[in-house]
T-cell receptor, first 113, second 108 residues
């Protein structure tokens, strides 16, 4: 069963440390999304890639966050330096095309102390 | 950007009851999806439904794009239907917005 794979599942780190989250989209999917979920803000779009090119990262704090797709099988989301307000669940999702169902990974639960 | 509203915010049902969840969007959208987030936090795609009606077992969905709403029907609810239901929309690859969700609790 094809699925989106995210690592790590959980991450606890201290304020100021760098955090890297990884996502392996479903093979053949050309659209990849990063979302952040918090109780207060719900699900927020951070970044959106199509064919590995970033199309929308307007929801991402540019000073500390960066998102890349080094190749078609790997998407990364980095936070440097991390802050307590970054604590959230970060989801990656992929789709076959922009007009197709979106499939989510199980998320990375980040806690910054 | 597009605003997405969902109603009701919370819903409690007895097992076996039927329910209708609604998603309203403030502007034209060309993509609309429904997701279920289970108590373990997993987000499962239920329907990709930019327009028309689809059915999958006890669940069905209808989107009326011209009137800017979508409905999710759950029939003969089961305790495993509990969780949060989200709708998600975009407009030709822009303005991706998730609704705030409807939290459903199905009691045995």
């Amino acid at each position: 069963d094809a699925r989106v794979t995210q690592t790590p599942r959980h991450k606890v780190t201290e304020m100021g440390q760098e955090v890297t989250m990884r996502c392996q989209p479903i093979l053949g999917h050309n659209t990849v999304f990063w979302y952040r979920q918090t109780m207060m803000q719900g699900l927020e779009l951070l970044a959106y890639f199509r064919n590995r090119a970033p199309l929308d990262d307007s929801g991402m704090p540019k000073d500390r966050f960066s998102a890349e797709m080094p190749d078609a099988t790997l998407a990364t989301l980095k936070i440097q330096p991390s802050e307590p307000r970054d604590s959230a669940v970060y989801f990656c999702a992929s789709g076959l095309s922009p007009n197709s169902p979106l499939h989510f990974g199980n998320g990375t639960r980040l806690t910054v102390t | 950007g597009i605003q997405v509203e969902q109603s009701p915010p919370d819903l409690i049902l007895q097992e076996g009851a039927n329910s209708t969840l609604r998603c309203n969007f403030s502007d034209s959208v060309n993509n609309l999806q429904w997701f279920h987030q289970n108590p373990w936090g997993q987000l499962i795609n239920l329907f990709y439904i930019p327009s028309g009606t689809k059915q999958n077992g006890r669940l069905s969905a209808t989107t009326v794009a011209t009137e800017r709403y979508s409905l999710l029907y759950i029939s003969s609810s089961q305790t495993t239907d509990s969780g949060v239901y989200f709708c998600d929309s975009d407009n030709y690859g822009q303005n991706f917005v998730f609704g705030p969700g409807t939290r459903l609790s199905v009691l045995p």
